[in-house]
């Protein structure tokens, strides 16, 4: 099994920043992707960014340019950096991991079966 907990949330104003990090645990070597996600009271949950196993990345079109993902393999740890911040961008972050595939089109799908608590971020305006 994989266990993740996320650190790093707090409440922030329009236009500034947050680094959030996913400290992993367990059989990590068993998953080929990961990920950043997202719910707002009321909303459905929403992929925010995907990180794979040969470092590429995929990033929903309302957080490209502001938010980076990355990861450090030595200390199982996984980062979301949120720039220039906007209200809409409060939510319940959840880190996420998980087996994928490359279809024909050479695009990865994952299967993210290992979630993290959530870390609370929340933008005031």
């Known amino acids: 099994q994989v266990q993740l907990v996320e650190s790093g949330g707090g409440s922030v104003q329009a236009g500034g920043s947050l680094r959030l990090s996913c400290a992993a645990s367990?059989?990590?070597?068993?998953?080929?992707?990961m990920g950043w996600f997202r719910q707002a009271p009321g909303k459905e949950r929403e992929g925010v960014a995907h990180?794979?196993?040969?470092?590429?990345?995929d990033y929903a079109d309302s957080v490209k340019g502001r938010f980076t993902i990355s990861r450090d393999n030595a200390k199982n740890t996984l980062y979301l950096q949120l720039n220039s911040l906007k209200s809409e961008d409060t939510a319940m972050y959840y880190c996420?991991?998980?087996?994928?595939?490359?279809?024909?089109?050479?695009?990865?799908?994952?299967?993210?079966?290992?979630w993290g608590q959530g870390t609370q971020v929340t933008v005031s305006s």
């Open positions: 996420a991991a998980g087996v994928g595939y490359v279809d024909s089109w050479r695009k990865t799908h994952c299967g993210y079966g290992y």
């Open positions: 990180i794979y196993s040969d470092g590429s990345t």
């Open positions: 367990g059989r990590t070597g068993s998953t080929n992707c």
